[in-house]
């Protein structure tokens, strides 16, 4: 795919760096010789892998064997049921604002212009008590959600586009003193601004195979850069609108609520509560593997952002000072960027071992204290400290 942004050309350092990538799975698995060093910080029989049918899946970060997440090991999540579509009858709708509302069947799709870009995913909820888990990294393919739109044309008016799954349930509606149970489909919305980036896809691959059910057979939006909750899948309608949308899971569900300035108390007035939407991902590194190979070990652990650059990727040994990891070259800009960090000298015993990634604009990844004002559990992008024990 030959898609070049404004943000990439002044990123092209980057980009040159992604071309120079060779190998697609620069980072191998279990080389002979090498050995797993057991984290002492999961809780008891952690095994997210044991029920592939779960409603809710974590990926297991200690089986990271390359850049992309088989998709039997994807992580999942969804809030309601999941709807089995027959392909054959599937049909996404566009309507509202658009001059021509129109629908496309899985067959009309698949003969649009496709492009293929490696995405790196992760639910708003993911964060240490998950073990980081609700992530993961799939090669998508499908069709540019712009290509769409500029076919079917925009009226002038619109300025919100809305997209509904084919999940729905009845739910709590909330006005004020009242709530209403009223049934509700699975809706996020996004700008007509973000709608015609080049970025946001009508995907119907992933890894090259179909997408699962799970994944939101048979087309799922994909928005790189965003946490999950915006990559609706299942998806059967596309709604141009002018007016904001306000549904249960873009309004309500999905918020974040943060104190800035004042003392820190709940009541302080000089406290302001800023309190946003979840769109695009905070920047976060984790570590997710420590190998013992050859004389010394491996750490590797991945980042998830917004596409920025990145500056650096350090890891922390037991308080001692800041050191840099290599990103892996295979990385690209809405891909998670593996990293690793060669540990030489570790001593038998305990230790802590931490990552911590800054940007290009300046970002730098911050720690669960420096979080502590944040109310909702949601977009916690908080360094992880990890425990292991050396033999
Ligand atoms: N239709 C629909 N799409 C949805 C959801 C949902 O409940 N219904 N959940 C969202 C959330 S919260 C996340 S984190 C991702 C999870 O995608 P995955 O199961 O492919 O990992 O799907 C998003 N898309
Ligand atoms: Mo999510």
Request: proline share 6%.
């Amino acid at each position: 795919m030959t898609e070049i942004t404004r943000r990439e050309t002044l990123r092209k350092g980057f980009a040159v760096a992604s071309f120079l990538a060779i190998p697609e799975w620069a980072l191998p698995a279990l080389a002979q010789g090498e050995e797993d060093v057991r984290f002492i910080d999961l809780p008891q029989n952690y095994n997210p892998s044991a029920n592939p049918n779960a409603a809710t899946r974590q990926y297991d970060i200690r089986t990271i064997d390359g850049m992309l997440t088989p998709k039997d090991r994807f992580f999942t999540t969804q809030h309601m049921n999941k709807p089995e579509i027959d392909p054959d009858k599937y049909r996404l709708k566009f309507t509202g604002m658009v001059m021509k509302p129109s629908e496309f069947s899985l067959a009309d799709l698949k003969a649009m212009k496709s492009t293929e870009m490696t995405v790196g995913f992760e639910c708003s909820g993911n964060s240490a008590r998950a073990i980081e888990g609700l992530s993961s990294c799939g090669k998508f393919t499908g069709v540019p959600l712009s290509a769409v739109l500029k076919q079917l044309g925009v009226h002038p008016k619109a300025r919100e586009v809305v997209f509904f799954g084919t999940d729905h349930q009845t739910q709590d509606v909330a006005f004020r003193q009242q709530t209403y149970k009223l049934d509700q489909q699975f809706g996020r919305s996004i700008t007509l601004e973000n709608a015609l980036k080049p970025e946001p896809m009508l995907a119907y691959a992933m890894n090259g195979d179909s997408l699962t059910l799970n994944q939101g057979f048979p087309v799922r939006l994909v928005m790189p850069g965003w946490y999950g909750v915006a990559n609706v899948k299942w998806l059967s309608e596309v709604h141009l609108q002018e007016d904001r949308y306000l549904g249960n899971y873009q309004a309500r569900w999905y918020r974040s609520v943060i104190g800035v300035g004042g003392s820190g108390g709940d009541t302080d007035p000089d406290t302001q509560w800023v309190e946003t939407e979840i769109t695009h991902m905070h920047l976060k590194s984790a570590i997710a593997q420590v190998r013992k190979s050859g004389g010394g070990y491996r750490v590797l652990g991945f980042v998830l952002n917004d596409g920025t650059p990145l500056k650096s990727v350090e890891v922390q040994i037991d308080n001692g000072p800041w050191q840099r990891a290599t990103l892996d070259p295979a990385n690209s800009q809405y891909s998670w960027k593996l990293f690793t960090f060669q540990w030489d000298g570790a001593a038998p015993g305990e230790h802590t071992l931490v990552s911590r990634v800054t940007d290009a604009d300046g970002n730098v990844q911050p720690t669960a204290a420096e979080l502590s004002r944040k109310k909702t559990f949601l977009q916690d992008n908080a360094q992880f400290p990890r425990k292991v024990m050396i033999s």
